[in-house]
C-alpha cells in the first residue's frame, strides 16, 4: 500500500517495483487477501471506504462505504466469507451534532456484497459488546469462529453459536 492511493506490485528478485494497481478511495489502509487469493478488501486509511481489488487482472472492481450524512461508520475489522458473498465487519457509528460526536456502540455486522447492505447484526457474547474481535471462517465457510475472551464457534446460515473454546 502506498501514500500515492495505490498497492505497489514489487519483484522479490530484484526488489524493484514492476507496476501499481491505481485505487478510487484514497490512500490505503489494510488490505485482506480472499481465501482464493484472487481479490484484496482494502480499508482506506480513514477506515471509513472498502475497495475491493482484481487481484489477478490488478485493477480496482468497485468500492463502498457506510457513512452518510452527519454519521460516520468507522470499519474496524473485516474478513470476507471464503466464497466472497458477505463480509463480517466491526463497525462503530460516529455522528456529529452541534455541539458533540455521538459514539455509538461496536457492532458485529454481516455485509452482503451483491447488494450492499448490511443484511445481519450478529450479537456479542453474553450481550457483551467489544471493542473488537478476531474473525476467521473454516475453509468450506459453514462455520465462523470469533475471538474475544475465547473462541467462539457459530454456524454461517443463522450465525447461531455451536461450540466453544475456553482459553
Not at 53 to 76: M, Q, Y
Amino acid at each position: 500500500a502506498t501514500y500515492k492511493g495505490t498497492i505497489a506490485i514489487i519483484d522479490e528478485a530484484t526488489e524493484q517495483v514492476t507496476a501499481e494497481i491505481s485505487l478510487t478511495s484514497g490512500i490505503p489502509g489494510e488490505l485482506t487477501l480472499s481465501d482464493d487469493r484472487t481479490r484484496f478488501y482494502v480499508q482506506d486509511i480513514a477506515y471509513e471506504k472498502v475497495e475491493i481489488v482484481d487481484r489477478v487482472n490488478r485493477k480496482s472492481l468497485e468500492s463502498f462505504t457506510l457513512s452518510s450524512g452527519n454519521t460516520k461508520t468507522r470499519i474496524w475489522g473485516l474478513q470476507p466469507d471464503p466464497k466472497d458473498r458477505y463480509l463480517i465487519l466491526t463497525i462503530r457509528d460516529y455522528t456529529l451534532h452541534d455541539d458533540r460526536w455521538e459514539i455509538g456502540p461496536t457492532k458485529l455486522v454481516q455485509f452482503d456484497l451483491a447488494t450492499k447492505k448490511i443484511t445481519r447484526t450478529i450479537p456479542w457474547p453474553k450481550g457483551e459488546e467489544r471493542d473488537g474481535a478476531g474473525v476467521i471462517f473454516s475453509p468450506d465457510g459453514k462455520l465462523m469462529y470469533l475471538f474475544v475472551d475465547e473462541i467462539l464457534i457459530y454456524e454461517t446460515e443463522k450465525f447461531t453459536e455451536v461450540d466453544k473454546w475456553d482459553l
